[in-house]
């Protein structure tokens, strides 16, 4: 999957779409708010529910996030789509490295499956905003979001094709109430964390 969009990217959305800078913050972090308060969350129910079907839903959501994201007429419809685009990934990311783990036997080629996961999001990070810079300079800002959308549903197949369906066999019942609480008390430490800095408005002057 691409990466968010770069700075300069969200410029050109800003000037496409309006809004203010406020708007442009929360294209960012309303995807990290999401995805850093249901991501242990997505690792529980994954355990219980199947790796490979949760893994699979979290693509689908991503990947409908993203051509919702591509389609906003407005600065909040693109920051409530990122911010279920942000809960697609936090179930991707949750569940990637355990079926990664059950695909090879431990020992030296587990150890190698895992430093190419690890050398993959590393490469990601680096050629992201080179890669979203020439698709919204070639295409458009929406196409950092629309290339999304094939490349969800080839992984859907492919998870589906190549992967076997796995669960934690000692996984007790699913505790929601405590599954909604603790997330729900993530979200609002990261928002803490996130905008607790913003800066008041100044008085108007007279």
Known sequence: MIREPDKASLRIVQADL???????????DAYALSLAALVLTAGSLA??????RVFAIGLAIFSI????CALAPDPTFLNLARGLQGIGGAVMFAVS???????????????MAMGIYGATIGIAVAIGPLVGGLLTD?????SVFLINVPIGLAAI??????????????????????????????F??????????EPEPEPARA
């Open 18 to 28: 309006g809004g203010s800078f406020t708007d442009l913050q929360w294209v960012i």
């Open 157 to 186: 197949a492919v998870t589906y094709w190549k992967l076997a369906e796995s669960r934690d066999p000692n996984a007790t019942r699913i505790d929601w109430g405590g599954l909604v609480t603790f997330s729900s008390a993530l």
């Open 188 to 197: 609002l430490l990261v928002l803490g964390l996130v905008r607790g800095n």
């Open 65 to 68: 996030a993203s051509l919702l």
């Open 97 to 111: 490295l355990a079926l990664v783990a059950q695909e090879f036997p431990s020992g030296a080629e587990r150890g």
């Open 138 to 142: 070639g295409f458009g800002w929406e």
């Open 47 to 52: 355990d219980r529910l199947g790796r490979r």
